[in-house]
């Protein structure tokens, strides 16, 4: 039964693995034009010049990284915090810690006149700031993670309500670009973006899958993690932030693309069926929905739509649907 489950788990990840590829294959081939596999692997090796060799690594080649790694880091950060506090409410885009990067983020286009790298590392600290300041205010003897839904929701709705404030202030050479950040998207990116997702996966990534073993079993409830040996304030911390630091850096990258740190973990657990860590089904998951959602807008519907539109038609249904389900199964908050 063992090495059954072993073997299906394997192939779902190869699968997952496989779309992902398959829709940066895509968004590397379609576009404005159509390019030929030959083409794209001549213009990546460096045996094709010309506009076409541009076309593909310049334009499509970054689009195509920055959306995957994103995707990844949304993913993974998203279903850490899921599994952490038990409840596939628990994602950073409906807690807060999106709307804090978001808000910072805002504040720095429209009211210091800032771009670039200056907004990036601004949304990350304010990711940081406001999951501890969550943290604090959810503790009451622990950090019950029911409490810390609601009071993350309730930060959320005030930070989107300073966000709005500061959006109708905005002169309208930084209105445009606000907006646009706020949307979530992948347009324009530049390799250098690339760097800072993957090296966020590389540490906050490799300090989740580190904890894994204790990550699973606080999803059993902290009074079984600490029978089991597991030290469960140093493990929820080292979590937090480690997930934080994930969403945080591609919301910097991207802007807050919509339900993609909700939508990995669920589907990931389905395509599973919970055959152990999620971490790895989760990120490709997320790299999945972000690549294929951006080559939906870009090329399949008939106007051309930020990712996060896209990601947003596909998630608030399904936060819906989870909102009736646990109303009706009694499962709540």
């Known amino acids: 039964m063992r090495r059954r489950n072993g073997r299906k788990r394997h192939v779902a990840i190869a699968t997952l693995a496989c779309l992902v590829l398959l829709g940066t294959a895509l968004t590397l081939s379609i576009g404005q034009s159509v390019t030929t596999p030959l083409a794209v692997i001549a213009s990546l090796t460096g045996q094709e010049t010309g506009g076409e060799a541009f076309t593909i690594r310049v334009l499509r080649l970054p689009r195509a990284l920055v959306a995957a790694l994103a995707g990844m880091c949304f993913g993974m950060g998203g ?19 999106s709307a804090g990067a978001s808000t910072a983020a805002v504040f720095c286009i429209v009211v210091l006149q800032l771009s670039g790298a ?14 501890l300041l969550i943290y604090l205010l959810a503790w009451k003897g622990g950090a019950a993670g029911a409490r810390l839904i609601l009071v993350g929701i309730g930060i959320a709705a005030m930070l989107q309500s300073f966000t709005a404030y500061l959006l109708t202030q905005a002169p309208s050479w930084s209105l445009q670009q606000a907006l646009r950040w706020m949307t979530g998207s992948v347009n324009g990116a530049q390799l ?15 300090a989740l899958f580190a904890m894994g073993r204790d ?12 029978g089991l040996g597991v030290r469960t304030g140093l493990a929820r911390i080292t979590v937090t932030c480690a997930a934080v630091g994930l969403v945080a850096t591609a919301t910097a990258a991207t802007g807050p693309v919509a ?19 999620l971490l790895l089904p989760a990120a490709l998951t997320g790299a999945a929905l972000v690549v294929v959602a951006d080559f939906v ?9 930020p990712v996060g539109i896209v ?17 009706r199964t009694g499962t709540a908050l």
């Open 79 to 97: 279903v850490a915090f899921q599994t952490l506090l038990r409840n596939p409410l628990a994602s950073p885009d409906i807690i807060g810690i």
């Open 118 to 131: 200056a907004v990036s590392v601004a949304a990350v600290a304010a990711g940081l700031g406001v999951a």
């Open 192 to 206: 250098d973006q690339a760097l800072p997702l993957a090296g966020a996966l590389l540490v906050f990534g490799g």
């Open 215 to 226: 990550l699973e079993a606080l999803r059993m409830g902290e009074e079984m993690a600490a």
């Open 259 to 277: 339900f993609v740190a909700f939508l990995a973990g669920p589907i990931a657990a389905r395509v599973l069926r919970r055959a152990g860590s």
């Open 297 to 305: 807008g870009q090329v399949v519907l008939p106007a051309r739509y």
């Open 311 to 327: 990601t947003g038609v596909l998630g608030a249904p399904y936060l819906l649907y989870l909102i009736v389900r646990d109303n």
